[in-house]
């Protein structure tokens, strides 16, 4: 098989389903159409928007956590090379064996390869987004390779036919009575009367998937973490079903991206207090698991691990865009995103959605294969705020905007949109200007149309207004909102 | 291409170290975050969030007895303290031999101890060690008693750490197993035990291996 036509050693971007599709604004249209689909994101991120800052909030030293959190995996990337090989030499004296993937094929080849070694022709999955980006059930499939998703909200995906549209809840569009009834129609070990309470949809999955586990000879897993003095992979999940793929099977291949590193066994103290809290709003998760290599009569001694690049060099090659790379993927993001909030996941095209999406995809792939969705986006800075390891996402938007191929007027805005922005006090008065100046107009448009847009901006600006409404500036930034909430 | 072929590997770690051309400045790894609790009563405020996600509590050697008054078969650790079992009227089940995936579906319980607790999060920590056995003991069974010695429970997540050996596989339990994927609301019961107890007894307690 050919690899992309780089020279060796130069950054190279990836594959697999971290391409849109169809420019951001066209995908999106039918989901902001789809009122159903609004009422069950909205219910779902305000709900989960609450536990967070429940959870956050009774944490005194929240503050110095997501410090440390952000300069241990900015330490991480400056020293990924050296973590990598260190990571690979611990595992494999614990008796694991590290496999190495330049992009998405080759991971999954690697992957179909075990699992036929190991006599499988079926295997049980944990939740995992590296291997939905590898597209790895379709290698799987492919290959006469059944794959069973097995972490709840994952099943109701696969039962529907349907891609994820969240990084933490894949079904968050789904609401319960349209989860009974993909159940009803796909499930066929549902009972036939199965009604709609989460309990009883639950109970039926777990039926449904226990055969399954006990049974299964392989589990592909991803990791949340990856220790590299010991080798050590962490697995974060709350159902079980993560616990059952651990630690049944007797072959474990794990797929993880190289960005997963952290430096030391005891940097874990820092993750695992903000990942919960900022993904499910909980103190803890259910259950964490974490291995190292074969333990000798104790869960799978055929263990592997694979280690995949996918575009995550080109990432690091960017100074500015590399620290999207310290994502813990906790979906806070998303959550309090307005955006997203309109078009749900599936209008990213890519299995990276959200502002992390929006800055991560485009990087993967080169921003002018992802060109939209750097605009997807109003820069309202509400993704930095809750963001765990801080990563500055409206900073990297407005940089990768200044790479997509697009008319100068807008080249042109951007650029002054990003030195208004690079300092926060310029940033303000802009908004504050803007606001005072759109505020009677605003106020007009919004009596004559119910909006709060323009259909035309004066040139140069008019050749973005050709294609869409420009907003007016909103009465008060979601800062301001926020913090009168 | 012609040439010497390059492994995945070398490719991957070329790839990786080209990007870092710009050669980022060392980082220096702010620690400011609490690695210790301050005096708290850590076994109330555990207790209290073991409540919190629906684990059930009990207090003292006496609840055992009672607890396991409604057991037929219990799975337990090969090293589990023989007192722990005084007065069990059912049928214990050691893992020697390893007991089978199916064996383990057909128990009514498990009974462990565990590593360390952490009562800022509620949760408790197995680690394969003494009186805790192989992880899949306390994941097929539908409930899981778990006796945890007040000794063994520290404030923060860091202090449990620092207290873990990462070579052994470990388990971090806070609550019985849940999901939040049917619009978001916490269900408690999927996949793990159904049903998580606690049994706190005092740290005089001498965990002895007995048969
Ligand atoms: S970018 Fe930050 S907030 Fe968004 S998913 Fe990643 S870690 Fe969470």
């Known amino acids: 098989m050919r690899h992309p036509a780089t020279p060796a050693g130069v950054p190279s971007t990836g594959g697999g389903r971290i391409r849109a599709p169809l420019p951001f604004p066209t995908a999106a249209r039918s989901a902001v159409a789809d009122d159903q689909l609004r009422a069950n994101l909205h219910r779902a991120t305000r709900t989960i928007r609450g536990k967070r800052v429940r959870a956050v909030d009774e944490v005194p030293d929240w503050a110095a956590l997501r410090d440390a959190g952000a300069a241990i995996k900015a330490d991480v990337q400056r020293r990924l090379p050296e973590l990598l090989e260190r990571f690979e030499a611990a595992a494999t004296a614990a008796g694991a064996r590290v496999h190495w993937a330049r992009d998405a094929a080759e991971a999954c080849r690697i992957v179909v390869e075990l699992t036929r070694a190991a006599g499988a022709d079926e295997v049980v999955k944990v939740k995992s987004m590296a291997t939905q980006e590898i597209e790895l059930n379709e290698a799987l499939a492919a290959a006469g390779i059944a794959a069973h998703e097995t972490d709840l909200a994952e099943l109701i995906v696969q039962l529907g036919d349907d891609t994820p549209s969240h990084i933490l809840v894949p079904a968050i569009h789904y609401n319960r009575t349209q989860i009974r009834d993909i159940f009803r129609r796909r499930m066929a070990d549902a009972p036939a009367d199965l009604g709609a309470e989460p309990r009883e949809l639950a109970e039926a999955a777990r039926l449904h998937l226990r055969r399954r586990f006990l049974e299964a000879k392989v589990a592909v897993s991803g990791a949340n973490f990856a220790v590299a003095d010991t080798g050590t992979l962490v697995v974060v999940e709350s159902e079980g079903n993560g616990r059952m793929c651990l630690t049944l099977p007797q072959t474990l291949i794990s797929v993880v991206g190289v960005e997963k590193l952290v430096p030391s066994f005891a940097d874990l103290e820092v993750f695992l207090q903000l990942l919960p809290r900022s993904s499910t709003g909980e103190r803890m998760n259910p259950y964490t698991s974490m291995w190292t290599g074969v333990t000798p009569g104790d869960g799978p001694q055929d263990v592997h691990v694979v280690l995949v690049d996918n575009g995550r060099s080109a990432v690091l090659a960017d100074p500015v865009g590399r620290s999207a790379l310290s994502c813990i993927r906790c979906s806070a993001c998303l959550n309090v995103c307005p955006v997203y909030g309109r078009a749900g996941g599936h209008a990213y095209g890519s299995v990276y959605p959200g502002p992390i999406g929006a800055i991560l995809s485009p990087q993967l792939t080169g921003v002018a294969d992802n060109a939209s969705l750097p605009f997807a986006s109003t820069l309202c800075g509400a993704c930095a705020d809750v963001c765990p390891v801080k990563i500055d996402i409206p900073e990297i938007l407005v940089h990768l905007r200044q790479q997509a191929p697009h008319p100068v007027a807008e080249r042109t805005a951007m650029r002054t949109l990003s030195w208004i922005m690079r300092s926060p006090r310029r940033w303000a008065l802009a908004l504050r200007v803007a606001r005072r100046a759109a505020g009677p107009l605003g106020a007009w448009r919004h009596r004559r149309t119910g909006t709060r847009t323009l259909r035309r901006l004066p040139w140069p600006a008019s050749a973005w207004t050709r294609s869409r409404d420009a907003p007016l500036p909103a009465p008060q930034t979601f800062r301001e909102w926020w913090e009168k909430q | ?211």
């Open chain 2, 1 to 211: 291409m012609v040439g010497k072929a390059v492994t995945a590997r070398a490719e991957v770690l070329a790839r990786l170290r080209a990007a870092l051309v710009d050669a980022p400045t060392p980082v220096d790894v702010p620690r400011h975050y609490r690695r210790v609790a301050e005096s708290v009563d850590l076994v109330e405020l555990f207790v209290d969030r073991l409540v919190d996600y629906r684990a059930v509590v009990h207090h003292g050697f006496d609840a055992l007895p009672r607890l396991l008054a409604g057991v037929d078969r219990l799975a337990v650790p090969d090293d589990i303290p023989g007192h722990w079992l005084t007065g069990f009227a059912g049928q214990v089940r050691r893992d020697t031999p390893p007991l089978s995936p199916a064996d383990l579906d057909g128990m009514d319980a498990v009974l462990t101890g565990c590593a360390v607790a952490v009562a800022d999060t509620g949760t408790i920590v197995l680690d394969a060690g003494q009186a805790q056995g192989r992880r899949v003991l306390t994941l097929v069974p539908d409930r899981h008693i778990c006796v945890v010695r007040t000794g063994q429970i520290v404030g923060l997540v860091p202090e449990a750490v620092a207290r873990l050996d990462p070579r052994a596989p470990q388990t971090w339990i806070s609550g019985p197993s849940a999901t939040s994927d049917i619009e978001l609301d916490r269900v408690e019961g999927v996949h793990g035990p159904r049903r998580l107890e606690v049994v706190l007894i005092p740290d005089d307690d001498v965990i002895a291996p007995g048969r």
